[in-house]
């Protein structure tokens, strides 16, 4: 029976491995979005002369937006993979202390202050053309930044009390 117990542990904790395809295909969907991340640059450099400052404005939100996606996406493949796969290792000599050090709570707090960040540069877009858009979808928009604005908020708050009551514990 014990040998059983070990044969069915050993699939589970083999099964994480299963997760590195759902990394790898985080890196290509992040190496396509960089393809349009330049088209999106190429595009903003050939009109830059003739835009006006709002236009210009936001073309360089869209690329702030953009930047800001792909380092999320950054983070959740490397933190995810740290964390829930293997840890990497310094086989070249590179300095990579950083890696070790977004665990799956602080992980949660990033992905939501990114979130809250390109809700942010979106509803600013949104506002720069306020007048392509109607009342009720400018409040809408608004109402959803707000709400991701207190997730994040209590998404921290919740980090806090966790970290502050092991601390209480001794843990």
Do not use: C, P
Not at 25 to 31: F, H, P, T
Not at 88 to 115: H, Y
Not at 118 to 130: E, G, K, R
Request: glycine share 4%; proline share 0%; hydrophobic share 55%.
């Amino acid at each position: 029976m014990k040998k059983l117990e070990h044969a069915i542990e050993a699939i589970i904790l083999a099964s994480r491995w299963l997760l590195v395809v759902f990394y790898l295909g985080l890196a290509l969907a992040l190496l396509l979005y960089a393809v349009s991340f330049a088209k999106k640059l190429w595009e903003f450099v050939d009109k830059l002369f003739v835009l006006q400052e709002t236009d210009t404005i936001l073309k360089m939100l869209a690329l702030i937006d953009a930047a800001l996606v792909a380092s999320l996406v950054v983070m959740v493949i490397i933190s995810g993979y740290e964390n829930f796969v293997s840890r990497f290792d310094n086989a070249d000599g590179n300095e990579i202390s950083w890696l070790g050090k977004v665990d799956a709570a602080s992980l949660k707090i990033k992905v939501a202050s990114t979130i809250v960040a390109i809700s942010s540069i979106h509803l600013l877009q949104v506002f720069l053309n306020a007048q392509q858009y109607t009342d009720g979808q400018l409040m809408w928009l608004t109402i959803i930044h707000l709400t991701f604005v207190i997730s994040a908020l209590l998404l921290a708050y919740i980090d806090k009390l966790m970290v502050t009551t092991k601390k209480s514990k001794g843990e």
